[in-house]
């Protein structure tokens, strides 16, 4: 069930009438129709790993419990390596088997080996990428005795398998999550509308924004050979919105989900687009991976290689962020991704220190040349390695780069409408796209951009905004031919 | 060590690696409350604190700190 479908509406709708009239006598049943809710969910996806994902709950529940009665030592260590064995080993079976594979042969076939390699038909268990690493961040906090296990196998499974975040995310921590479904939820209204409100922003993000330049990065990239320098350049920009409209309103209506059961999850996206340095940009994109990143691999990494003082940074970052390639995708395309956001952070590390920015032109309507500027030029930088993101091999994404990179980079861009064969210019999704930015722009300082749209004003004038708003979904589902498009982090 | 005189040397480890003194040394002092005490700076931080006071950390430890006081308390733990 996809978060934009009305199966999930309904879905949702009668987990929440079970939940808050049903369910309601304590945590605990709360928590039972939560799990209950979220394997019907994870079935409805995909039914066959539905025990994969129960196995993987029951061996790191017992695991962490074995972990954390050991003093430390030997056998401490034995049933932590093997927990972080077996979690990073069904993210190697599942995600990356085929790719390494397929690597070393290829590595052998250039010095004339004439292996041959047919790919097994291995499937992708859905949310692989996000539960594993949640439980390998739970084993990895309860060993450095940061956490204690969880005692509630109820909990646990709910925190496990939670429907809002199990397939795309966010990466929650346990120490975040379970301590809120321990105790009893009670309905609070304000809580619930601006969940509502996180939704339908999430839905106009996805609906809008991502579903509509996919119409167009579709075209561009498909048939990029034909195209000039400047619709090239287009479909770049369309892209980097596609991918931030498609995942951060995907955790925009995550966390609004939640917030109707009054149950908080880390917001993974804060204005990525107005950071003016790299560093910051990966403090507000997929906050949670960052982290987990910064906490399980870059810390680990630094500490390790701290004698060695910048070049030991350097290292330590750049391997990060080959890892955060590597999490998106089994394609060295994605390899290279991460490789060139590590690049990005050298001039930040051999300058030294960073000065805190966490909110652009703070209290100013208006950013300064410099901060303008700044953006911008982060801007371009983020996008051009989204072409590794997007292509298919290496090779296409430096073709596609190449071709931005000429004359015709100044010409007029176009599209070429597959229906008709007629060259338009997108406009339309030009002048949405510009006002998304100008809404997201004002509402910056909040945890989504209209959250506080509106506030003060009297209701009618809001609810202006709110239909304005479903408007704009509904007719862009009939503009443009309702196509749905997958959300991009499914397939992670 | 007296427990000011760890904090003073610690103040100039900060000082010298951040490159300015807009900050006050107090036991809930955080990364968070100091301009410039990132991820890029704080392990040049702990490798400047292991080589004034010629002792070791381990990473669980420094997972473990909290501010300025868990800090000092271990920095003088290991003396």
């Known amino acids: 069930m996809v978060f934009t479908s009305l199966n999930f509406a309904v879905f949702l709708l009668l987990v929440f009438i079970l939940y808050w009239w049903v369910f309601k006598k304590n945590a605990k049943t709360q928590n039972t129709l939560l799990l209950l809710a979220s394997i019907v969910f994870y079935c409805m996806a995909d039914w066959k790993f539905i025990f994969l994902l129960a196995a993987s709950g029951f061996i790191n529940f017992y695991l962490a419990k074995i972990i954390a009665k050991k003093e430390e030592g030997k056998i401490r260590s034995l049933f932590f390596y093997s927990g972080i064995i077996l979690n990073v080993g069904l993210l190697l079976y599942f995600k990356y088997f085929n790719f ?34 949640q439980m390998i961040g739970y084993l990895i906090d309860v060993n450095n005795d940061e956490i204690e296990p969880t005692e509630d196998l109820l909990s646990f499974f709910t925190y496990l398998a939670y429907f809002p975040k199990i397939l795309s995310g966010p990466i929650e921590r346990v120490q975040k999550f379970i301590p809120q479904i321990h105790k009893k939820r009670e309905f609070d209204y304000g809580i619930a509308v601006d969940g509502l409100r996180e939704i339908l922003w999430g839905l106009f993000k996805k609906m809008v924004i991502a579903d509509n330049c996919a119409e167009y990065t579709n075209e561009i990239f498909n048939n990029y050979t034909v195209y000039s320098g400047s619709t090239l350049a287009l479909g770049v920009v369309f892209f980097a919105f596609q991918i931030y409209g498609d995942f951060s309103g995907y955790s925009d209506i995550a966390c609004g ?236 | 060590m007296e427990k000011v005189e760890i904090l003073e040397k610690v103040r100039q480890i900060l000082i010298t690696v951040l490159k300015h003194e807009k900050f006050e040394m107090r036991d809930d002092l955080t990364a968070s409350d100091v301009d410039g005490w990132d991820s890029l700076t704080h392990m040049e931080i702990i490798t400047e604190i292991e080589t004034e006071f010629n002792i070791k950390f381990r990473l669980k430890e420094l997972n473990k700190l909290k501010n300025m006081a868990t800090l000092i308390e271990l920095i003088q733990s290991k003396l």
């Open chain 1, 100 to 133: 390494f594979i397929q690597s070393f042969v290829t590595l052998f076939n250039y010095s004339g080996a004439g292996i041959s390699f047919t790919p097994f038909h291995i499937l992708l268990p859905l949310g692989i990428s996000f539960f594993t690493f």
């Open chain 1, 257 to 492: 989900i939640s917030k109707l059961f009054n149950i908080r999850i880390v917001n993974n996206f804060a204005f990525p687009f107005f950071s003016t340095n790299i560093s910051d940009y990966w403090k507000k994109w997929h906050i949670s991976l960052t982290s987990w990143m910064m906490d399980y691999i870059f810390t680990p990494l630094s500490f390790i290689l701290r004698k060695y003082k910048k070049a030991g940074l350097i290292i330590s970052t750049i391997l990060t962020f080959l890892l955060v390639g590597l999490w998106h995708g089994a394609n060295w395309t994605f390899i290279v991704f991460g490789f060139l956001h590590g690049l990005y952070f050298i001039p930040l590390i051999l300058k030294g220190s960073l000065k805190k920015n966490k909110i652009v032109a703070k209290g100013r309507l208006i950013p300064s040349f410099k901060e303008f500027f700044g953006m911008l030029a982060l801007f371009i930088l983020t996008s051009l390695t989204t072409v590794f993101f997007r292509a298919e091999n290496i090779i296409g994404a430096i073709a596609y780069i190449s071709g931005i990179a000429s004359k015709s980079l100044f010409s007029i861009p176009y599209v070429i409408e597959e229906s008709s064969g007629v060259k338009i210019i997108p406009k339309t999704l030009l002048i949405f796209i510009f006002l998304f930015l100008f809404v997201e722009w004002f509402g910056r300082k909040e945890e989504y951009a209209i959250a506080k749209l509106g506030g003060k004003w009297r209701r009618p004038l809001r609810w202006i905004i709110y239909y304005t708003i479903m408007f704009a979904i509904i007719f862009s589902l009939l503009w443009y031919g309702g196509e749905k498009q997958q959300f991009i982090y499914f397939q992670f």
